[in-house]
């Protein structure tokens, strides 16, 4: 190429993810034919159940468990999906409504491409913030960021071991953060509309999304008007809210249309929404019921092992006694099934509760955000709802730790700070995900993967992050000596609770304490959650400078 050409061609087009992406297509095709979970006969299910059925069937049918309880756009998906099942693996049984699938190998090589071949949004949009990243510099942070989504654990567990398709969900989610950089602020709308529409779990970051289109796109804080009723008026900018209501109006018309037309609403927010479900899910996600209930759990063994106390714990919790007679109830707290089970001494968490606590945290966070409506105030406010909604949130399952994840890497190259609570974040989080998978032979695989990705990207992001204009203190350097303490813990809490996978069948104790080992990841880790979250909280509403656009 001459040298002429080569100067029209932009720096940041020179960091392409193409080979990063080649290498993760072969871990997971070698993963295809390995270990996958119940979610995997859940998705089969709803292939066959938008393959077979009229759309006003969709939502009310319940021959399986496995009832469809995604938004429309994921069931128009698994309809897509349907059609293109080849005929060898319909006779397999893939599309067949029955209470449990019976299926082999051809379904599962189908299901396993179809989540791989899903995934090349997440590629492109990472490739678009790349490309689209303002010079060399920025280009090399971005290429860092993308190179580290790519190649994710918390994906290579959840989706291509597990068996879900959060790839492609969090290609929507990335396209709208990078729409939101680049202030194409109809097509942020438009993403995250599509979004919400396809997974609601996304609704933990819809408040940030909202007070950010409002404020950067809608609002108008300086109207040069005399009079005040002009001036309020002028506030609203009127023809951009009207543009981004319709846009979003639109998505959720072509979504949710056909199921208002067949009256079926009542049935599919049901689904979405099945509040009778526990405060904590099977396996307890790291978060501060997973600290509270364990407390629960110590209290107990207090109550019944330690002499004298039994009075001051009644004056004090006011519980009810005859309920750690119930052998079996306590027995059944400790198992991790579905369900609310409550506690036996300190006071229930009440759906009530848990959303108070969340908004209160949310609307903390939007507050900075409505002051300073920058893409790094706002991705920050997308962690910092995604933190309140993890920590606080009701039934909230364990890989929700994505939703702080992936935003939060977008910032942390903004200042070196944000290292420490990062990797803190990260670790914590991608360990708490092991024992979704507990079979021996992907051991292994999740241990040696997620230990190579976080020395490798702990070091780059340190190369690339930027060093902080004022001197950090020294309670700051040793503060991060504590976390990496803290991290370097996870090594032999890993090796306990594998020794325990080990020995359990073996020892009659260690089975009859089935949830221990998935206790003490939950709760280890909780701490970890929770000790990041409030590193980054400091960093979020003190350091302003670290959320200002260049």
Not at 132 to 143: K, L, M, V
Not at 202 to 227: G, I, M, S
Not at 321 to 330: R, V
Not at 400 to 416: E, G, K, N, Q, S
């Amino acid at each position: 190429m001459s040298s002429s050409a080569s100067a029209t061609v932009p720096e940041s087009t020179r960091y392409s993810l193409w080979n990063i992406w080649i290498v993760s297509l072969a871990i997971k095709a070698l993963l295809s034919i390995g270990y996958h979970s119940t979610d995997f006969d859940v998705h089969r299910n709803w292939l066959a159940i938008t393959y077979n059925l009229p759309v006003s069937k969709w939502y009310v049918e319940n021959t399986s468990q496995w009832t469809l309880d995604y938004p429309p756009f994921f069931a128009y998906f698994e309809w897509v999906l349907s059609h293109l099942v080849p005929n060898f693996v319909k006779r397999d049984g893939c599309l067949a409504i029955v209470e449990k699938g019976v299926y082999s190998l051809p379904t599962v090589m189908f299901q396993r491409l179809s989540v791989i071949v899903s995934e090349i949004v997440l590629f492109l949009s990472l490739q678009w913030c790349v490309d689209s990243s303002n010079g060399r510099s920025e280009a090399r942070r971005y290429f860092v960021v993308a190179a580290s989504l790519v190649l994710s654990p918390g994906l290579l567990i959840i989706d291509h071991i597990h068996f879900q398709y959060n790839g492609m969900m969090y290609g929507f989610f990335i396209m709208m953060i990078n729409s939101a950089r680049l202030k194409k602020y109809l097509m942020c709308g438009f993403w995250f509309s599509l979004l919400l529409c396809f997974k609601h779990i996304y609704l933990y970051l819809a408040p940030a999304v909202f007070v950010f289109l409002l404020r950067a796109y809608c609002l108008n804080l300086n109207p040069n008007k005399k009079n005040l009723p002009s001036r309020i008026l002028a506030t609203v900018r009127w023809k951009n809210l009207f543009k981004l209501g319709s846009v979003v109006i639109a998505v959720f018309t072509v979504a949710f249309g056909p199921f208002i037309y067949f009256d079926v609403m009542p049935a599919l927010m049901e689904r979405l929404f099945p509040f009778s479900r526990g405060l904590n899910h099977a396996y307890w996600a790291p978060n501060m019921w997973a600290i509270y209930s364990f407390f629960d759990r110590v209290l107990i063994q207090v109550y019944k092992r330690v002499p004298y106390t039994q009075l001051a714990l009644q004056k004090t919790f006011k519980f009810n006694p005859s309920l750690l007679e119930d052998t079996e109830k306590l027995r059944s707290s400790t198992r991790g099934l579905i369900g609310d089970n409550g506690f036996f001494i300190l006071p229930t968490i009440t759906p009530q509760m848990t959303f108070i606590l969340t908004l209160f945290y949310q609307v903390m966070a939007l507050i900075p955000l409505f002051l300073q409506p920058t893409f790094h105030r706002f991705v920050g406010a997308l962690t910092s709802c995604g933190f309140a909604s993890f920590l606080f949130g009701w039934h909230v399952h364990e890989k929700a730790i994505l939703l702080i994840i992936f935003p939060m890497t977008f910032v942390v190259t903004r200042d070196r700070q944000l290292l420490s609570a990062f990797n803190l974040l990260a670790s914590c989080g991608y360990v708490s995900l092991f024992p979704l998978i507990f079979t021996s032979e992907e051991w292994l695989i999740k241990v040696v993967f997620t230990l190579l990705w976080s020395i490798i990207f702990y070091y780059l992001f340190r190369n690339v992050s930027r060093i902080p204009k004022r001197a950090v203190a020294r309670s700051g350097y040793l503060l991060e000596r504590v976390i990496n303490g803290y991290i370097l813990g996870l090594v032999p809490l890993v090796v306990l609770v594998s020794l325990i996978d080990v020995f359990e069948h073996k020892y009659s104790a260690l089975k009859n304490m089935e949830f221990l080992k998935l206790m003490m990841v939950s709760v280890y880790c909780g701490i970890g959650v929770i000790s990041s979250w409030n590193r980054f909280s400091w960093l979020f509403f003190v350091h302003d400078s670290i959320w200002r656009d260049d």
